[in-house]
């Protein structure tokens, strides 16, 4: 057997039914992740950590956590040409919507580690409030203080979506881990599809500061929630480092790998956010960036395979099979499906000339499938206890589903515009629910925010890193396919070259432009909409692979892992 030593507990724990062949993963030795006895548990609990009403109270805070969280991550993007023109800010528009991301993206890995230390209660607390002091912030004449609530905001953001996960984790068996996490991914989804239309219809109603105020009570309630009911029984790897002292928690902290980790995405996501866009993949400043991120991934790695007595996330984790198949299965099902949840709509609004509410509407059925998918996943795993072979099944219809995609042309049939998107959605929630749990039970309790906060860093960066690299894709392809057209179309070269840039920077030119050079643009369009597609065909592969390489782990009935 495969065994991840539990130094705290001075005996070496047994990975859930790792067989022979699992890589061995040794922690370091003043490591201490948690509690060292077993919670105490109440039969009457059937398994959960706290009783059924104070239990409701707790997920139903986290679940309004999560939808707090995705709601602010979309309700800017119907904001931002408005609130630019507000602010006389429309040159850095960009950042009012990237500095949440950023934050987010960036901080999420390090609160697994943290809250080892000093516990979930007292950290979920913390980004609720810092969450609210964001959408204060945000209410604000300046950009400058905009862009420091967004950031703000962010960071509680980010706590609030990776902790709520882990800390669901302690309450709930993993046998029904799956159906709650369902549930709080449906959660989830609800704020990102409404953040855009409640974000206009505030903003139209009472202005678009209020947009943010009206988040302030709300984040308020989640905080009044958790600090009444979310009591973790004794025992429980979610109440922290146990006989020490503030002080003593502090030195425990990584510092120099969570400066490392945090600067190396920083970077990363700044590059991959904005090259390409705000700045030339051949500028100084990207270049720059690319450098970087990968110097403090150097680090990064260093700080914690040889420096760090505690290290934020113990890259030795990743030596086991299931954690590092699940990983690069979310990396690359992630990069696949935003690919393509970002540009289907490109495709049916510059080559088939959909208005934005023709798009939203052949968007709508993919909500439900991607909701359907993470709670039929949890389900599933409910009844049987079991994930691999109907997670491999349910990858076939992701594979044949991206290859429809793939395959769209303009005479699609309009039944299909409005499905096309369902078995990728379906499938992608279905792996993001087995993923998480398959982390989970392949390593002992005391692991279980280090694997959560391993997943959290996969998805966040593919997300992020699939749409750049897509885009880049898109780009070169377009360009090309303009150069190539417009040129053999429009005699004068400088007319064809405005043209051609008109084209490249709004998709709407596309109707302004002159007629002999329309479908030409469209074509260019469509083909540059085939090559982004192409990526995600690959990722998706790659990801269907990866999949293939989970083991099957045992999903327990009792938080105590029985």
């Known amino acids: 057997m495969s065994r991840i030593v539990d130094a705290s507990a001075e005996l070496p724990a047994i990975a859930a039914d790792i067989v022979a062949d699992d890589s061995s993963v040794l922690c370091q030795p003043q490591q201490n992740y948690g509690a060292v006895t077993p919670p105490t548990e109440d039969d009457d609990l059937k398994g959960y950590a706290l009783p059924h009403t104070q239990l409701n109270v707790v997920l139903s805070s986290l679940f309004m956590a999560s939808y707090l969280a995705a709601l602010d991550t979309t309700v800017v993007t119907a904001l931002l040409t408005l609130i630019a023109s507000d602010l006389d800010a429309v040159g850095n528009i960009s950042w009012i919507a990237t500095a949440y991301l950023l934050s987010s993206a960036a901080l999420q890995p390090i609160f697994g580690k943290l809250s080892d230390i000093f516990g979930r209660r007292i950290l979920l607390l913390g980004c609720t409030v810092l969450f609210g002091i964001g959408c204060l912030i945000c209410a604000t004449d300046s950009l400058l203080w905009l862009v420091i609530g967004r950031f703000v905001t962010g960071c509680g953001g980010s706590g609030m979506t990776s902790l709520g996960t882990i800390a669901m984790s302690d309450l ?149 099979r299931t954690i590092i198949a699940s990983s690069l299965t979310n990396w690359f099902y992630t990069m696949s499906f935003f690919t393509i949840l970002f540009y289907v709509p490109v495709f049916y609004a510059s080559v088939m000339d959909f208005t934005a509410t023709q798009n939203g509407l052949r968007l709508v059925p993919n909500f439900f499938a991607a909701s359907g998918g993470s709670v039929c996943a949890g389900i599933y795993m409910k009844r049987t206890g079991k994930y691999w072979t109907l997670t491999a099944i349910v990858g076939l219809f992701a594979v044949l589903g991206t290859l429809q995609v793939y395959a769209i042309t303009p005479q699609i049939p309009t039944w299909k515009q409005f499905v096309i998107l369902l078995p990728v959605g379906f499938a992608y929630s279905w792996m993001l629910t087995v993923t998480l749990l398959a982390l989970i039970a392949a390593v002992p309790i005391k692991f279980q925010a280090c694997t959560t906060s391993i997943q959290y860093t996969f998805r966040s960066t593919g997300s992020t890193l699939g749409v750049a690299i897509a885009s880049a894709i898109f780009q070169n392809v377009l360009r090309i396919g303009l150069n190539s057209r417009i040129h053999d179309l429009v005699p004068d070269y400088d007319k064809a070259l405005k043209i051609i840039q008109r084209a490249l920077e709004n998709t709407d030119y596309v109707n302004e432009a002159p007629k002999i050079v329309q479908q030409a643009i469209r074509d260019s369009y469509a083909l540059a909409c085939k090559g982004a597609f192409g990526f995600s065909v690959a990722t998706i592969l790659l990801g269907y692979i990866s999949s293939l390489f989970m083991r099957e782990h045992k999903l327990h009935t009792s938080v105590n892992r029985d």
């Open 172 to 320: 709930i068996p993993l046998r029904d881990r799956g159906y709650y996490q369902g549930l709080a991914n449906v959660c989830f989804g609800l704020g990102s599809a409404s953040g855009g239309i409640l974000g206009g219809i505030v903003a139209d109603a009472l202005g678009w500061k209020y947009v943010f105020i009206l988040q302030v009570p709300l984040s308020m309630l989640v905080t009044a929630g958790l600090y009444f009911n979310l009591r973790l029984p004794e025992g429980s790897p979610g109440l922290g480092a146990k006989g020490t002292d503030f002080k003593d928690k502090l030195k425990r902290i990584d510092f120099l790998g969570a400066f490392c980790l945090v600067t190396c995405l920083m970077a990363f996501l700044v590059a991959a956010s904005l090259g390409g866009k705000d700045i030339a993949y051949s500028s100084k400043l990207f270049i720059g960036l690319c450098i970087t991120s990968a110097f403090f991934l150097g680090a990064f790695i260093v700080t914690e395979l040889y420096i760090a007595p505690e290290p934020i996330i113990p890259l030795e984790l990743l030596a086991v």
